[in-house]
């Protein structure tokens, strides 16, 4: 089966003590675990293709009621640091999706490109778990993929979030694995930087 491996939102913003949500209070320990474990599984996952999917925010892309949606919310990932890599899978993904809301097929053209590329299976994997991750799972089982998310290579800034959108995904969204469970053996030494 075609897969696909998505990286969502691991960006400094996200998951860095200097990032945005760490400076708006959240405990980034599980986002950066998370990280550490994509950055395993991407390499990994080297014969799959691996989308790096980041979120920008920009005046031109945030409307009122978008900005109002939390505190700070008009500050994450509006700056070049913020919206960077937090790891260094962004350097081999095969492709880039930039998106501006959470979920990663709204207003994007990720569908397209897996329609090409001719994929079943999408493999989700960043943060948040409950948000992002979650959105974009969701969306994706809705259009008739074979969705499956990674609780360990996912991350929340709560363990009542993670659990509530893995149960949520389990149940009615595809399936939830943990690394271990997906047999990969496969290094990054065939993918070029892009």
């Not at 790891?87 to 990663?104: E, L, M, S, T």
């Not at 994706?140 to 949520?168: C, K, P, Q, R, W």
């Amino acid at each position: 089966m075609k897969t696909v491996l998505i990286l969502i939102d691991l960006q400094h913003d996200f998951c860095s003590e200097d990032g945005v949500m760490a400076q708006l209070g959240h405990d980034v320990r599980a986002v950066q675990t998370a990280a550490a474990n994509a950055d395993i599984l991407a390499a990994a996952a080297a014969d799959w293709m691996t989308i790096w999917v980041e979120t920008h925010h920009q005046p031109e892309t945030t409307p009122a009621v978008w900005a109002g949606r939390s505190k700070g919310a008009s500050a994450i990932c509006s700056t070049k640091h913020g919206q960077a890599a937090y790891i260094d899978a962004a350097k081999y993904a095969d492709a880039v999706v930039i998106k501006n809301r959470y979920n990663a097929f709204l207003h994007t053209n990720l569908e397209l490109m897996l329609r090409t590329a001719g994929i079943e299976r999408v493999v989700f994997c960043g943060c948040t778990t409950n948000v992002c991750v979650e959105s974009s799972a969701r969306h994706a089982f809705m259009l008739d993929f074979e969705t499956v998310t990674i609780a360990d290579a996912s991350g929340a800034y709560s363990t009542e979030e993670h659990d509530a959108a893995l149960h949520n995904l389990s149940s009615y969204f595809g399936s939830v694995l943990h690394m271990s469970e997906l047999n990969l053996h496969a290094t990054a030494e065939g993918k070029e930087e892009r």
